[in-house]
């Protein structure tokens, strides 16, 4: 790819996404035939790349609209992602039945976080992963970033700090908490925050 249209193409909201799942895909262990569940399908790019990257999985993706959703703009894996609309504070899925929850750049907008959590958690296998990617609750866009939203996306945004991220997945009897950022990229604004069942 020329360098000129790959800087382009790295702009794009799409990419920006593909790279926040690819940089958790690279830190956790999947089975064969993993069933794995996305809160937050937006347009349904995230969901389509994990379909992809994990051609024998079955991704799952909850958005509590389906307005973004651009299906015809879509490339999927093999097994295409299965869209449900519902919200991330009562999922309609089976207690035990996911090898791992996605939030990617969602959780800053969800209400009931602790709720949210605890759904991720009861719909988790034993040993299955939690992932959540966000802003950095700690910084110094962080404020800008929620000032910005309040204003235009949602009254809901707060950005996380690692501490309270920490106390959610903690009281959701999550496990090996964790936090990931990538090294030298835009000084720490994203972070991942990873836990087990
Ligand atoms: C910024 S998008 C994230 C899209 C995708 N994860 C990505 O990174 O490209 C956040 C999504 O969260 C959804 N959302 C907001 N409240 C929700 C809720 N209670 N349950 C499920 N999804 C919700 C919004 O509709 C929106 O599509």
Known sequence: MPSLFKRFFARLPMARSSR??????????????ARVLEIGAGQG??????????????????D????CLKPERLEPGPRPPIFIQASATDLPLAGGCMDAVFVVMTFHCLP???RVVQEAARVLKPGGFFILAD????????RPFEIVEHLFIS????????????GLIDRAGLTDFRVARRPGKGRGFMMWAFARK
Do not use: C
């Not at 790349?49 to 799952?60: H, K, N």
């Not at 802003?135 to 962080?142: A, E, P, S």
């Open 64 to 67: 509590v609209t389906t307005e």
């Open 112 to 114: 009931q976080p602790q």
């Open 155 to 166: 009254p809901l945004t707060h950005a996380y700090t690692v501490e309270e991220l920490a």
């Open 45 to 62: 790019y995230g969901a389509a790349y994990l379909s992809r990257s994990l051609p024998d999985a079955q991704v799952f993706s909850v």
């Open 20 to 33: 926040a799942y690819e940089f958790a895909l690279e830190r956790i262990a999947l089975p064969e035939n």
């Open 135 to 142: 802003v950095n609750g700690r910084h110094w866009m962080k």
